[in-house]
């Protein structure tokens, strides 16, 4: 069982940057691949970036490539997202998760693949 907590999110104006947290619990964080996903109302969850177990290999949405950097530490149990140059498109719900990738796989931008999830962090971006 993994519980994640996240935390970060907030009120920024567009251009601005915001640096999420996710806290895991458990001895087998380094195990799971992690995500961050995000949900604007009125639309459906969305994946952001994800992370390998050991953080060497990362990938992320189209949309926010060169903007954010996910990353992870795992004598910590945290990964984290950096968000910079921030648009109001951004504006969302940002979830993260973690999961298990089978065979030669080590990251995954879907949803299904992830099997444990927080309750999410606001961010706003006024233009």
């Known amino acids: 069982q993994v519980q994640l907590v996240e935390s970060g999110g907030g009120l920024v104006q567009a251009g601005g940057s915001l640096r999420l947290s996710c806290a895991a619990s458990g001895r087998t964080f380094s195990t799971y691949i992690m995500g961050w996903f995000r949900q604007a109302p009125g639309k459906e969850r969305e994946f952001v970036a994800t992370?390998?177990?050991?953080?060497?290999?990362?990938y992320y949405v189209d949309s926010v490539k060169g903007r954010f950097a996910i990353s992870r530490d795992n004598a910590k149990n945290t990964v984290y997202l950096q968000m910079n140059f921030l648009k109001p498109e951004d504006a969302a719900v940002y979830y993260c998760?973690?999961?298990?990738?089978?065979?030669?796989?080590?990251?995954?931008?879907?949803?299904?693949?992830?099997?444990?999830w927080g309750q999410g962090t606001q961010v706003t971006v006024s233009s």
């Open positions: 992370i390998s177990w050991s953080g060497s290999s990362t």
């Open positions: 998760a973690a999961g298990k990738v089978a065979g030669y796989r080590s990251l995954s931008s879907l949803s299904r693949d992830y099997e444990y």
